[in-house]
């Protein structure tokens, strides 16, 4: 099966720009996570979709970020404007609601802010 | 609140070196604990995982025991290669809640020849 996909692989933007990401996850999986590791520090939760709901928000740094998951699907995480500190590795996460504990994730998505 | 502190690095090794990376958690209840691996322009991939006191995970020649007496899951190699080089992170999940990870800072391996 396809694992989780991120688009793009590399983005680079100026400050105040916006840019949005994108997550498709495992076919099925109900559950979308999204992370960030910023400056090769640890990767910190953001948040959270049960379908298209968010189940757990409390990661997410601003309201700069929005984070959305139409029909339960795919996810996008826009960021409106970028802010230098913006810039780091943004990854995704898929489970099913049967294996909860090992998530499955995407290569990631490097955001740089200039 | 939860947290898991694993060592710094870069570590560089020789090939068929032993490796040891150490990583210690704090947590309400009983977490289960996961080793991620990272390759050059990769995404995370699951290495092991320990759902339970003295459990041991092991995969491609990796072992790491669920000590909870130490709150620790330190992860060894007996000889490593150097397609071993990548980063490594050490990630507690809770049993409760949005099953959200909460993971350390990564550990950098490079393994020469």
């Known amino acids: 099966e396809a694992g989780v996909t991120q688009f793009p692989s590399h983005s680079v933007i100026e400050k105040g720009q916006t840019v949005t990401l994108r997550c498709d996850p495992i076919?099925?999986?109900?559950?979308l996570y999204w992370y960030r590791r910023v400056m090769g520090k640890e990767i910190k939760f953001l948040l959270h979709?049960?379908?298209?709901?968010?189940?757990?928000e409390s990661g997410m740094p601003n309201n700069r970020f929005l984070a959305e998951r139409t029909g339960g699907t795919y996810s996008t995480l826009k960021v409106q404007p970028a802010e230098l500190e913006d810039s780091g590795v943004y990854f995704c996460?898929?489970?099913?609601?049967?294996?909860?504990?090992?998530?499955?994730f995407g290569p990631g998505t490097r955001l740089t802010v200039t | 609140g939860d947290s898991v502190t694993q060592m710094e690095g870069p570590v560089t090794l020789s090939e068929e070196a032993f490796l040891t990376i150490n990583c210690t958690y704090t947590?309400?209840?009983?977490?289960?604990l996961f080793w991620y691996v990272q390759y050059p322009g990769e995404g995370l991939q699951l290495l092991l995982k320990?759902?339970?006191?003295?459990d041991k995970g092991s995969n491609k020649g990796f072992e790491a025991t669920y000590r909870k007496e130490t709150t620790s899951f330190h992860l060894e190699k007996g000889s490593v290669q150097v397609s071993d080089s990548a980063v490594y992170f050490c990630?507690?999940?809770?049993?409760?809640?949005?099953?959200?990870?909460?993971f350390g800072t990564g550990t950098r391996l490079k393994v020469l020849a």
């Open positions: 979709f049960v379908k298209e709901s968010k189940q757990d």
């Open positions: 996460a898929s489970t099913s609601q049967g294996r909860r504990g090992e998530q499955y």
């Open positions: 947590a309400t209840g009983y977490p289960s």
């Open positions: 990630a507690l999940i809770s049993t409760s809640g949005t099953y959200k990870y909460i």
């Open positions: 076919s099925g999986h109900d559950n």
């Open positions: 320990a759902t339970k006191a003295d």
